[in-house]
């Protein structure tokens, strides 16, 4: 795994767009795969200046997203797919067929799984991974207990991760309770994954991660599974490993 260490969200958040610009003009047909939560935020922000300040285009960029709330629709303010128009494709020239999301609102949702698994083999995998980490190491929405051998699957979500996604909802009891995730096979397929952390809620989480046991009770750990990772971490969240450094 590289290690970035970065002062902070902004040179964290500029730093990885340098690199998925890199990415995109080295194959301006590049699979990215994304992820929502408070992380990429900044990382959209400098990608939408990079489209409008320095040229970079994603006429032929094809995306496909980690995860989506079960039963919320495309069009409700708290989807991942709305949140995905909102923050990154409605300020860039993607063209919105080429970017992918699980259906949240699918009849079925063993079928819906099944779907998206084939798609994401069918055009992916992604050609860089973007990943950012829960507190208590889910990546995606796989948490504690999703085997390494998972792929796209419907996961009932835990209630921490429940309580710290309440944040974006006006009621907590409003945050669904199930979530369409890529599994953990499904992500390590990507031939090179960039995961962003930042502040000091992660700072235990980086501690163990970088602790370096693999284990299913803290899945961001099997990423120590795969050739080509980069971690970009800031000085908050490197916090505690910088502690033990001392
Ligand atoms: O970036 P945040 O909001 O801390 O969330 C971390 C992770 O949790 C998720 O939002 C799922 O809850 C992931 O998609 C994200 O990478």
């Known amino acids: 795994m590289k290690l970035i260490r970065v002062e902070n969200y902004e040179e964290m958040s500029s730093k990885a767009a340098e690199l998925v610009e890199q990415q995109i003009l080295g194959n301006d047909h590049s699979v990215l795969g994304l992820a929502t939560g408070s992380t990429p935020l900044g990382l959209y922000e400098n990608l939408i200046q990079g ?17 989506e709330y079960r039963g919320l629709a495309g069009t409700h303010p708290n989807s991942y797919r709305y949140f995905m128009n909102k923050k990154l494709f409605g300020h860039i020239d993607i063209d919105l067929e080429n970017t992918h999301i699980p259906d949240g609102k699918a009849k079925s949702v063993e079928a819906e799984c099944e779907r998206y698994e084939a798609l994401i083999h069918e055009i992916g995998p992604p050609d860089l991974q973007i990943l950012g980490m829960g507190m208590n190491g889910h990546i995606g929405f796989n948490e504690p207990g999703t085997k390494e051998e998972s792929v796209t699957h419907c996961v009932s979500l835990d209630p921490s991760t429940r309580n710290s996604n309440a944040r974006f909802f006006s009621d907590r009891d409003e945050v669904p309770t199930h979530a369409i995730t890529m599994g953990i096979e499904s992500i390590l397929k990507s031939k090179q994954i960039l995961v962003l952390v930042s502040g000091k809620n992660k700072a ?14 803290f899945p961001a750990s099997f990423l120590w599974k795969h050739n ?13 490993v910088a502690a033990n450094e001392e």
Not at 204 to 217: F, Y
């Open 204 to 217: 235990q989480a980086v501690k163990r991660l970088l602790a370096g046991r693999v284990s299913e009770e």
């Open 228 to 240: 080509r990772v980069t971690l970009i971490v800031d000085k908050e969240a490197y916090s505690l």
């Open 51 to 67: 489209v409008k300040e320095r040229g970079i285009s994603y006429r032929n960029i094809h995306t496909v997203n980690l995860d």
